[in-house]
């Protein structure tokens, strides 16, 4: 990896892992830790974890394993361009979806009221919980045993109440101090890859229309410019063309306003950007036109109303099987009867956070249909 610049996480100023292991060979600690994270099990199941459509939808639609790779990638340009740790921000990227339920969104709602009484949801948490118990593969720890800085890149939002429980990636919460610049850029990148993949797989799904795409203006103004240098350029190579600029645009605009926004704080070293405004940010007017595209997919792809017939379903799977195993833990595999003794609720939701979209219909059918065994 290229020198890093003095504000960077760096083997230097890491504080290091909870569990003391020896320094590795061959690689840094930040690759290990993203070697950890490919190799576990919470990783594989993203193929078949979906944010908008449900994994059988459709053989092209993003799933969390493909969304998490084009975040990696996105996060790791801008961060080779502002020298910050570029390992440590493709590890974040790759975790950054780990603890999430089945069925995206709804999923995670219907998780959240089943455990209400119980401390709650929230997939920011389980993606934590995945990297620092749940994955139990190692001989000397339970969990990956990460540094610190990429624990702290997972949990991107923490309410205080549950911050108090955390110990140190809880405290900047506290503090109200500020993550590190390679964790502010895996979350702007999330952001870039998911509004822009949502506009392509909802053109490709006819949810959205390019008649509708053709009223917001960073799309409009991307395609206009694509039909301009190529009149007779067909519908689908002109949704990937208008999508592969907007990105593009939206990555040099991340990339020059953060460098701006470093250097006018005159960074020196890591203390500094914790204790400094999030730096790593688009210019006002990028920012305007993001929340247009946000607002407009909001409407009419995340609350189209087949979205919303198949978000009915999901809430009714995931509720019906907390329900079930949570009146009788004996329903669920034998290695959740012994942790379901100590806290029933918080090992039933562990279990269905972990299923796949495939797994969880699965389960359903197997519980409740009576053909089925
Ligand atoms: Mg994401």
């Known amino acids: 990896m290229p020198e890093v610049a003095p504000y960077a996480v760096s083997p230097r100023n890491t504080r290091g892992r909870a569990r003391r292991e020896k320094p590795p060979v061959g690689r840094s600690e930040f690759q290990r830790d993203r070697d950890r994270i490919i190799h576990s099990t919470a990783f594989r199941r993203l193929e078949y974890k979906t944010q908008v459509f449900v994994n059988h939808e459709g053989d092209l639609f993003r799933t969390r394993l493909t969304h998490s790779l084009e975040v990696a990638q996105i996060a790791r ?31 995670q709602e219907a998780l959240h009221d089943c455990m209400k009484s119980h401390g709650g949801f929230e997939h920011n948490l389980q993606s934590l919980r995945v990297v620092d118990s749940l994955e139990q593969r190692y001989a000397a720890f339970d969990g990956l045993n990460l540094c610190f800085e990429t624990r702290e890149g997972i949990l991107k939002h923490c309410a205080v109440k549950n911050a108090r429980l ?26 870039i890859a998911y509004n822009n993949h949502d506009v392509d797989d909802g053109l490709r799904s ?24 190529h009149p007779k350029i ?9 999508v592969r600029r907007m ?5 040099t605009d991340l990339t020059s306003q953060s460098a701006k926004n470093i250097k006018a704080r005159a960074l020196r070293s890591l203390d500094d950007v914790r204790a400094a405004p999030s730096l790593i940010a688009f210019s006002t007017a990028i920012r305007r036109e993001q929340q247009e595209l946000k607002r407009f997919l909001r ?18 799977v995931v509720r019906d099987l907390f329900q079930a195993f949570f009146n009788d833990p004996q329903l669920m595999p034998p290695q959740y009867h012994a942790p379901a003794a100590a806290n029933t609720a918080r090992t039933v939701a562990d279990y269905i956070a972990g299923m796949t979209d495939r797994y969880a219909i699965r389960e359903f059918r197997r519980l409740f249909a009576v053909d089925e065994i």
């Open 77 to 107: 340009s801008v961060a080779r361009n502002l020298r910050l740790n570029e390992d440590l921000v493709e590890a974040v990227s790759l975790a950054h979806d780990l603890g999430h339920t089945p069925f995206g969104h709804a999923g």
């Open 166 to 191: 955390l110990g140190d990636v809880g405290e900047r919460f506290i503090k109200r101090l500020r993550p590190s610049l390679e964790a502010q850029l895996a979350n702007l990148a999330d952001e």
């Open 206 to 229: 006819g949810l959205l229309t390019l008649e509708q795409l053709a009223r917001v203006g960073i799309f409009a103004r991307h395609m206009k410019e694509v039909q301009r240098e």
């Open 234 to 242: 067909d519908a689908r190579r002109l949704v990937h063309e208008t």
């Open 247 to 251: 990105i593009g645009t939206l990555v």
């Open 299 to 316: 409407v009419n792809l995340y609350q189209h109303h087949q979205v919303a017939r198949m978000t009915n379903k999901a809430r009714r």
